[in-house]
């Protein structure tokens, strides 16, 4: 008896789709510092790190840097000595799917693409790479939001996809006096990105992520500065945990945000977090009208 595999919105896609064409790297004997300035620059999670063959090597991401900073190593300090090491490589004619299965079973968030040999280079591809994609399958949909928001219809018949349905549903906060030190530990404990600060009312008052903490780095913070000494952002992103993820993925994209925090009418009481990891991992658009949410 034959069988017929499923499809997905992802069936036939390829990485080369997907991918950013540019990829970020430095000499392994490069400092610290000047990773910090490259990821700042470009708003990347991690870069390339190469031999003296220019070869890669090692990939140094901000958790790498916030790992050193808590070691309080000196700025100047090679990335060779905190580098993760090796890349791991796709394809850009490999299936987005294989991609996807290959980021899920090493534990990484990016992957560097190859042509022939991996001295080839030709792009990166990481999970906000994805959820873009995905969302513009999602926006040229027939049962998209916006095309039924603009026809002034909404297809009751379909069952959409709120985050509620796919958000964490815990968050972990810290005091404004907790010290970057203790920040540190706690995105090391849980494996977050970032940390939700509240004041002394117990109100969220703003977020600390690793973006922010490679700062502090490179500005010379001493471990003991506390979360309100450097908050960089007092604004806390947040939706409603009824909202279509469709919409709360585009307020992410222009609010150049990797994660919103979730509430259930009252905004200070925050119920969960909503990331581009989840939406990769648990569903891409807004609605089961396909079967992209097998991804």
Known sequence: MSVTAKKSTLSGVSVREAMRME???????APIHKAIRLLIKYKIGALLVTDEADVPTGVVSKSEIVAAYYASLPLDSPLEHIMARPPIFCRAEDSLESALETMRSTGVYRLFVCEGGREELTGVLAYPD????????CRNCEKSLVNRRKAQELDEGTTRLRVRDVM?????????HATLAEI???LSVYRFGAMLILDAQAIPCGVVSKTDLILAYGRGFPLE???GSILMSRRVVSCHQDEF???TIRKMVFSEVRRVFVHDGDPGEVKGVFSLSDAVR???GSCRACVASRI
């Open 23 to 29: 990829v970020i790297r430095l000499p392994a004997d």
């Open 130 to 137: 994805i959820v873009g994609l995905l969302y513009g399958f």
């Open 225 to 227: 500065e506390t979360a």
């Open 245 to 247: 993820v469709e919409d």
């Open 168 to 176: 964490t549903p815990s968050v972990v906060s810290v005091p404004e």
């Open 282 to 284: 648990v569903r891409s």
């Open 184 to 186: 540190m530990e706690a």
